[in-house]
């Protein structure tokens, strides 16, 4: 690629192809990322490297095209830091599930509950251990050693994450929106594109998935459920933390006026969480793009 005078490359957003975008940058070429769901419908009849190039190019050509934007090494290495986190958490959570299950076998039921699996570790010298047979005994101590250091990893990376989002004034800035703190900011700024690549909010909190599904025709507007596409990570993170600015509303009451009374008044609990979820996706978007803090509305603040 070095001898080739300069051109435009087009590939799909897969496994290494940031790597590839910052190489082939870095020679004069101009990179272009697709994500392969826009290149599947250009492929015609059968699947071959021939047929994938063809449509490769045919779609990097479309006037509307979107392009997924070239991540630098700094950026994936956040985005790895919390993605090993997540990794951790649903490994811990596996572990806990199997003490819960195993000990149940031997009619030790615990609730749910980390701490409640704890407490039956910590009953595995005394009279739970007395009541288990050995073989069983020295399988639960194997499960709770590696529950104990995936706690110990968990909490390190935990304040590597703080310690990032401490250093960083973009995520400073998204961690003064209700809902959203450490582990949500440092997400969306490893995770996200760009602000700019999107018109208005709407286009970002779509792009996340978080805004209904349209089936509309012949001028009659139809919405679905929830459209769930786009990045998973990062609405599991909004949907989070706006499930606890819901459940702390409805224990201290929402301000009055607000438009978040208004929808816990009318709407189901879940539906309201995901609405709210939508509405801090539209506020990402605009503290991305005009770089300011939040501010409360008017009803919020009296």
């Known amino acids: 690629m070095g001898q080739q005078p300069s ?9 290494g192809a940031h790597h590839w975008a910052r190489e082939f940058a870095a020679i004069g070429h101009e990179v272009r990322l697709i994500p392969p ?56 959570t596996q572990l806990v599930n199997a003490i819960r299950g195993h000990l149940s076998e031997y009619g030790w039921v615990a609730p749910k509950g980390r701490a409640y699996v704890t407490m039956l570790g910590d009953l595995l010298d005394e009279e739970l251990g007395a009541a288990l047979p050995p073989a069983a005994k020295a399988m639960l101590e194997v499960m709770t050693d590696m529950l104990r250091h995936l706690d110990d990893k968990i909490a390190d990376l935990d304040k590597e994450i703080d310690r990032r989002a401490s250093a960083d004034a973009v995520c400073r800035r998204l961690m003064t929106i209700p809902g959203i703190g450490p582990i949500a900011a440092t997400a969306l700024v490893a995770l996200a594109p760009p602000a700019e690549t999107f018109r208005r909010g709407r286009d970002f909190a779509a792009w996340l998935g978080l805004t209904p599904v349209q089936r509309s025709t012949g001028g009659k507007t139809r919405l679905g459920r929830t459209s769930k596409m786009g990045e998973r990570t990062l609405r599991r993170l909004l ?9 702390a509303a409805s224990k201290r009451g929402a301000p009055a006026g607000s438009w978040l009374e208004g929808m816990m008044a009318r709407k189901p609990r879940m539906l309201t ?30």
């Open 239 to 247: 949907i989070i933390g706006s499930s606890s600015c819901v459940l």
């Open 273 to 302: 969480v995901v609405a709210n979820a939508n509405k801090m996706a539209r506020i990402v978007w605009a503290l991305l793009t005009r770089e300011e803090n939040y501010k409360a509305p008017a009803p919020a603040m009296a």
């Open 37 to 92: 769901a826009y290149v599947k419908p250009f492929v015609k009849r059968q699947k071959n490297d021939a047929a994938d190039a063809e449509a490769i190019c045919e779609a990097a050509q479309r006037p509307n095209m979107r392009f997924v934007a070239v991540k630098s090494e700094e950026q994936q290495a956040a985005g790895m830091v919390f993605r090993t986190r997540d990794l951790l958490v649903r490994q811990r």
């Open 7 to 15: 051109c435009l490359i087009a590939m799909e957003a897969c496994s």
